[in-house]
């Protein structure tokens, strides 16, 4: 049986300015409320909460009905919408909606695979080729005098290890206007 208790939001920044200077525990004690609740409150936004709003603390019976059911955290409902994170989400999803997410990434990344071929190099920030850092005004230089001489985009992109966006960007004048061709 879950037990259900309405806590004024009043109450719960108070409790949040404690426990800056309390430990939970004695936080816990003072307002009767679990440590784990006290724990759920860290991801609060308060311009979620209208000045009227409750928080609802729900308390799980320490045996669970189904034993192989895993533990999940405390849910904390704010205004009608709960907030505990997206892995409460995904277990309350039921498992027929979450095979089908799972699906339709596999099938993503599949057609991806497709599209680019087995040899494909990935770019962008979570690339494989090794670049870190922004382009320097000597790089930027070097990237204009190459695609005036007529190297493609994308052979300009591999040997700076960038992503073609990137050159075609500096081509455009989107980025890194204002470096001259001529050093200062």
Known sequence: MKRIRRIPFEEVIHMTRMLLTMPPSEVAAHFD???AFLDSLYHIDPAHIRHKGM???YE???EPD???EPETPEVIEICGVEYSGAA???LRMGK???MQLELQAKQRAERKAQRLGPNAKTYGRRSTLGRTGPLTPDEVREIKKLLSEGLSGRAVA???KISPATVRRVRTGQSHRFVTDTPE
Do not use: A, G, N
């Open 33 to 35: 409320v679990s440590t």
């Open 88 to 90: 409460l989400k995904l």
């Open 66 to 68: 189904e034993p192989d």
């Open 96 to 98: 027929e909606k979450r």
């Open 55 to 57: 928080i609802y603390e």
């Open 158 to 160: 591999r040997q700076f």
């Open 60 to 62: 799980v019976p320490d």
